[in-house]
């Protein structure tokens, strides 16, 4: 049976978990990408401490699910708001990708019709009229 110690640092690693994603998750509905860079910063360093958990994060249930009711409804209730910042993260993930792909697309048509005008401008300097030897 883990130690009030380890109770508490795990519990800990979870509130600092549940934060970093949501700051995560602030920083995409914000498109705000320095604010982002710094949330997976902090989700990197939460998520190598909870992997130097003793047993990882298997451990880190373990020893949650040895609280008190009370405490465990409270850390459950936190992964629940963590889990849905997630999947709303994903999606804003997917969303930006999408929106990322179709700029690279409308950029890449823009560049495309540049270069043929410019191919084209080369036959505009050729006479206007038709030979009527035809």
Do not use: C
């Amino acid at each position: 049976m883990p130690d009030d110690t380890a109770k508490e640092y795990a519990v800990e690693l979870v509130r600092h978990l549940v934060d970093a994603m949501a700051l995560q998750k602030a920083a995409l509905l914000k498109s705000d990408w320095s604010s982002l860079q710094s949330a997976v910063n902090t989700l990197t360093d939460v998520l190598t401490r909870i992997n130097a958990f003793p047993g990882g994060l298997n451990g880190i249930a373990e020893t949650i699910s040895e609280y008190e009711k009370t405490n465990s409804d409270q850390i459950r209730s936190l992964l629940k708001q963590g889990d849905k910042d997630r999947q709303a993260s994903n999606t804003l993930i997917k969303m930006n990708l999408a929106r990322f792909n179709a700029i690279g697309s409308f950029i890449a048509a823009s560049q495309d019709r540049t270069t043929y005008q410019a191919t084209l401008s080369v036959a505009d300097d050729a006479p206007q009229h038709v030979s009527r030897r035809v």
